[in-house]
């Protein structure tokens, strides 16, 4: 079993929707990115997170330390938000950072 | 401010060549972080370097060498390229070793091995 997983793995919505995706994990941390990748593109740090709750725009992040469980919220979901959207975890134990497998989003007009 | 930069972009080599890709960043961060990607299984980490001088092995560091050449630049080596190395390379960079703000990540390195 992965130590982060992320679900679902493939999502798509229609523009304006409000999108949850879910990020569960095993192991002790020290904190949580989220991260986007649009196809083809590179890596970009969204949120990093050690407790509660961070908000962008239209971006939510949460997080639930006793649960292990983070969720990235979109709302009013535009085409250009399709891109990979990836979970990674700072263990506390070996102070590496552990991906999610991600998440492929799509958003049709 | 470039952030984290790599070179180069894409690449193709025939089995057994050897190549070294570089990263560079002018962030002043300690930790530096070499990782592939490939379809399905998500950011694998092959070697990282906590400090100037240091590097360890990450998840998948066979076939593969580093050099911390400073606190700026970290290189990834291929000795002799096999096609199961064909993958997109990231490098990352993090301000301190296991405490950090955020992670920055290079555009990649897209490798391709025949």
């Known amino acids: 079993k992965n130590e982060v997983e992320q679900s679902p793995q493939n999502l798509t919505a229609q523009e304006g929707e409000f999108i949850t995706i879910n990020c569960s994990y095993s192991?002790?941390?020290?904190?949580l990115h989220w991260l986007q990748q649009h196809p083809g593109g590179g890596i970009v740090s969204l949120f990093m997170?050690?407790?509660g709750k961070k908000k962008h725009g239209r971006l939510i992040a949460t997080i639930n330390i006793q649960e292990k469980h983070s969720s990235l919220h979109i709302t009013a979901s535009h085409p250009r938000d399709s891109a990979v959207y990836i979970c990674?975890?700072?263990?506390?134990?070996?102070?590496?950072?552990?991906f999610g497998q991600g998440t492929t989003l799509q958003v049709k007009p | 401010n470039a952030g984290v930069t790599q070179t180069p972009k894409f690449q193709v080599l025939k089995t057994g060549q050897s190549m070294t890709l570089q990263c560079a960043q002018d962030m002043n961060h300690n930790s530096m972080y070499w990782y592939r990607q490939d379809p399905g299984m998500g950011l694998r980490l092959i070697y990282y370097s906590a400090s100037e001088g240091t590097t360890d092995k990450g998840e998948v560091p066979n076939g593969y060498n580093v050099s911390r050449l400073n606190k700026r630049e970290f290189s990834l080596r291929l000795e002799s390229a096999a096609p199961s190395q064909t993958s997109v390379y990231f490098c990352a960079s993090i301000p301190r070793g296991i405490v950090y703000n955020e992670q920055f990540f290079g555009p990649g390195t897209r490798l391709t091995v025949l």
């Open positions: 990674a975890v700072l263990s506390s134990n070996t102070g590496k950072l552990i």
């Open positions: 997170l050690s407790s």
């Open positions: 192991v002790g941390i020290s904190a």
